[in-house]
């Protein structure tokens, strides 16, 4: 009888690895697909849809080491007059753990300046999603480098 039930206990434990590598796989598409309309936001100059992926503590660390706060974040966004091209979307991964996603992604791209400079760009970056208390993923930190491509 006990070796019934222990049986049947690592029969149900094993049958629910699945369904958490299943879990973590949707979340991570989810993640990626927030990260793809956070681009588009972008290309689009659209701040207000950019602000939406960001947690209200979010900090962006650029290549050059300095941090910005969501504030100053999206008020370089809106202030400096960069135009954003279509981002072309690299390989990326995401990694699950609890309530945290970690997208690590790359994208090439166009800015063009007030100046009507264009210039490519290739970025590769780190962003730390949490899940917040509404149910909604936002990321929390982002730390990127970005190069100019010729």
């Not at 954003?84 to 063009?112: C, D, I, R």
């Not at 760009?121 to 491509?149: F, K, R």
Request: charged share 15%; proline share 3%; hydrophobic share 45%.
């Amino acid at each position: 009888m006990i070796r019934k039930l222990l049986v049947a206990l690592g029969l149900a434990a094993v049958s629910a690895l699945p369904l958490q590598a299943q879990d973590s796989a949707a979340v991570a598409k989810s993640v990626n697909d927030l990260e793809v309309q956070w681009g588009a936001s972008l290309s689009a100059g659209n701040w207000d849809a950019v602000a939406t992926f960001l947690a209200p503590g979010y900090i962006f660390t650029g290549g050059d080491g300095k941090r910005q706060d969501r504030g100053a974040y999206l008020a370089g966004l809106r202030d400096n007059g960069d135009r954003f091209s279509t981002m072309t979307a690299g390989p990326y991964t995401v990694m699950v753990s609890g309530n945290t996603a970690v997208h690590f992604g790359e994208a090439s791209y166009t800015v063009t300046g007030k100046n009507g400079k264009a210039t490519k760009i290739h970025e590769v970056w780190t962003d730390t999603w949490m899940l917040q208390p509404n149910g909604m993923w936002a990321c929390a930190a982002t730390q990127s480098i970005q190069h100019t491509v010729k």
